[in-house]
């Protein structure tokens, strides 16, 4: 069945990185755009990054600009979210999910179940 399995949260300090990975089982991730998506306790869930397949365009919020990169490892059918110079509001659980339509600004069909990433001192 088609799945999405997130990893790679854990606890690091103000300043540190951390290499989030979604992996896809029952269909080819790089054939659909991916999402990352992110929600913390009270608070509104919020878009962070997007890769679209057919054009490799990405999209960034822009509270994490500059600082994440989203990209595909195929091989591994994999979307990887590289995250530098991490702060205590990136704070959160971290999902991934896929467009079937590849349109990183429509509905998302399929959800992981989301890593917790703590950014604290």
């Known amino acids: 069945q088609v799945q999405l399995v997130e990893s790679g949260g854990g606890l690091v300090q103000p300043g540190g990185s951390l290499r989030l990975s979604c992996a896809a089982s029952?269909?080819?991730?790089?054939?659909?755009?991916t999402g990352w998506f992110r929600q913390a306790p009270g608070k509104e869930r919020e878009g962070v990054s997007c890769?679209?397949?057919?054009?490799?365009?990405?999209y960034y919020a822009d509270s994490v600009q500059g600082r994440f990169t989203i990209s595909r490892d195929n091989a591994k059918n994999t979307v990887n979210l590289q995250m530098n110079s991490l702060k205590p509001e990136d704070t959160a659980i971290y999902y991934c999910?896929?467009?079937?339509?590849?349109?990183?600004?429509?509905?998302?069909?399929?959800w992981g179940q989301g890593t917790q990433v703590t950014v604290s001192s």
């Open positions: 890769m679209r397949s057919s054009d490799g365009n990405t």
């Open positions: 999910a896929t467009n079937f339509l590849d349109d990183c600004s429509g509905g998302y069909d399929y």
């Open positions: 029952g269909f080819t991730l790089n054939r659909y755009a």
